[in-house]
């Protein structure tokens, strides 16, 4: 591995997903518009029924959560997306690139954008509606923001499969998937509250057990034992699969023609 | 002689849909050439020429045989292959929302380019393909023209020791076709680029190539230089000689270099093997003969003759 050379190529992801959302207007309504939307009509909710600081957090942790996650995760899903919309795929797999030069490059700015939004949701969950975000401590919100990010990379990862192997057509996948993972981990409500059966695939979601994780410094009960345990474990066993996963869906489009079809 | 390319016995079909046979695209195709050559694949569409090229650049892998591209297997060694050779196809697509210095950009990071030496490379190619005035014009406000100009110069971020070319002017008016293959030749010429290129069009095949190989129905049916192929498939120059006052008697079939002959009214139109040789004796022999020359007319084999003769 030469690092100069390498360092150009995760940079070149990088700059091309900085340089595509500075000029693309709805990048701004991805950050600013629709997160806020969703923590102004969570937060307003949350003082319509009187609810106590700490339910309000737990509630607004989940907002913020969700709006994070959601942003992070686009820059990888969109990494392969810009080339099949561009149909210039070919071109870029003809370079001699690796996945984890996409993965770091896009995931780079995919994290930045993400701590963005978290900074600007927290501030304003904070300053209206009273979140409390200091309970946890500085490490303890490190930690969280650790597994909303691996979190974010799983889904990322797992479109950027799909988008080789079904192109346009995953496009839908990169918000359809982090929708149903933050409906399943209890996003605005315990997971004890979820039926039975979808308690347990609760269980399987790695974001489950941040969020179980964080709550618990707002005096909610740990609904599984040694939540971080579970939670890291979890995210590097899913980064592991998805990354063999692109891995082979990348073998199999170079097999399948797919590359080609993608760029016409 | 250096081998750039040995492509040998390779195949290749895709899945056509759910329970459909597979098409086969490329059937057993064996291939090389040389360091240094323009090499022009020729067919109509659908020929597979385009299946062909991606397979030695990388970008498919083979059902069967081998492609050893610079020395290198097209498949177990794509990494280290893909660092030295590159492609420029028609239709360029690139993202466009980034202006052509940041394409190229984008394009030379990805070759592993960086700081100074990535700066001055892409400035070479703004120079070099006159694309300094649109740099910082974005990828879907330039002309078609301009696209393709980027294609070529994207095609040559990393210095490659091969390119290829699939199709490289289809779609450009005639001017800025015939840039572009004038900007090609200067590359092989003034670096000793190998260029393997597809092309349905004839002429500019004939324009480029020193050797070509025709593709039809993933077949590979002839290659060698134009002169090889006339050759063999026994194809010659026309030559009609027009007459004042009727063609005068002449053994004509017995002419040097004469393929066939046929006499019309005051014309008779001569095929030869090189017309280039045999023109002087030829009419050496008819200024023997009562008969008085008014005009010749030569027009040399091209490959839209070798092309049909072999296709159908």
Sequence with gaps: MKLPTDFN???????????????????????????????????????????????????????????????????????????????????????PVRLTHILVGAGAVGLIRGMLVFAVMAFFSMW?????????????????????????????????????????????????FSYLMLLLCGLYYPVSVLPPWIGELAQIIPLTYFLEYFRHFYGFPLNYPHPLLYGFSLSVVYLCVCYALVHYTLKSALQRGTLLRLSE | MQTAIIAQGISKSFKTGFFQPRKQVLHDVDLEVASGAIFGILGPNGAGKTTFISILATLLRPDAGQARVLGLDAVKDAGLLRERVNLAASGAHFLWCLTVEENLKFYGRLYGLGGKALRAKVEELLDLFELRPHRRVTFERLSTGLKQRLALAKA????????????????????????LREEILRLN???????????????????????????????????????????RLGLGDHLSIFFQDGVPALDYARLPGVLVHKI???????????????????????????GQVVQVQLKEVDLTEIYHEITH
């Design chain 1, 9 to 95: 190529k995760i940079l070149a992801f990088a700059a091309r997903s900085a340089l595509v959302n500075r000029r693309n207007v709805f990048a701004v309504f991805e950050m600013l518009f629709w997160p806020a939307i969703g923590i102004f009509s969570v937060g307003l909710l949350t003082r319509f029924l009187n609810l106590d600081a700490e339910t309000v957090t737990f509630i607004l942790i989940g907002a913020v959560s969700m709006n994070t996650i959601q942003i992070a995760q686009l820059d990888l899903s969109y990494a392969l997306l810009y080339s099949v919309w561009a149909k210039s795929l070919k071109h870029e797999f003809m370079a």
């Design chain 1, 128 to 176: 209206l509606f009273n979140m409390d975000l200091s309970r946890p401590g500085l490490g303890g919100l490190l930690i969280f923001l650790i597994g909303m990010f691996l979190n974010a990379a799983v889904i990322g990862a797992l479109v950027l499969a799909l988008v080789l192997r079904f192109g346009q057509r995953a496009e839908v996948a990169a918000w359809a």
């Design chain 2, 156 to 179: 040559l971020i990393n210095t490659p020791e091969l390119l290829f070319l699939d199709e490289p002017t289809t779609g450009l008016d005639p001017e800025m076709a015939g840039h």
């Design chain 2, 189 to 231: 010429r003034e670096t000793g680029l190998t260029i393997l290129l597809t092309t349905h069009n004839l002429r500019e095949a004939e324009l480029l190539c020193g050797e070509v190989a025709f593709l039809k129905e993933g077949h590979l049916l002839a290659r060698g230089t134009m002169a090889d192929l006339q050759e």
């Design chain 2, 264 to 290: 019309e009214n005051n014309r008779v139109d001569l095929k030869v093997d090189r017309a280039e040789e045999r023109l002087a004796p030829i009419l050496a022999a008819v200024s023997r003969t009562p």
